[in-house]
């Protein structure tokens, strides 16, 4: 007779050990791991080229105040908008105050360039202050995607703190600081500063 059959003796089931449930939950964490990379992946957004998938139009409540923006970033709406926040695809994070504005890049298809004095690499991290915008040393682990449940700002909205104004596009983020009109945009092709 087949031992999955087989009553055992107190009538109960098999019990799994604690070695075996480790390993379950294990795999369950990573089957879920998994699955969340690839949907961020699919998502779209944040690509060069990519074509936006149908989203929900995003509140706005006034036009931008004019400025100069890089050629190819679409005219942008104010919404509004927290001082940290991911694009929709989650690729991008950003932290915006009255004294800067900070983007980081978790998946970039450019190369982390280095720098001399630097022992690890700049490019997935670009800020702007009063001074002007710059990249600085990531020494470390490299930064990864928005955390769960960070505020997100639209594609074509934007956000202003103080001096900054942040705006989210499918080709990227850019910041800038009003006054200097100095600034930076970061895409998934890289970074550049103006």
Known sequence: MDESTTPRPGGGRRRLGPGMTVFLVVDVLLVLAAAVALAAYFSGGDRPGDTPRAQATPSVSAPATPGPT?????????????????????????????????????????????????AGVVGPIVTVNAEGATTPCVQGALPGAAAPGTPVLEYGASTTVGDFTCTSSTSGATCRHDPSAAGFTLARAGHQLF
Do not use: K, M, R, V
């Open 70 to 118: 890089p050629s190819g970033t679409p005219p942008a709406t104010e919404a509004p908008g927290p001082g940290t926040f991911a694009l929709p695809s989650g690729n991008i994070a950003c932290e915006i105050s009255e004294s800067a504005a900070t983007c980081t890049i978790a998946d970039s298809a450019a190369e982390p360039a280095t720098q001399e004095g630097c």
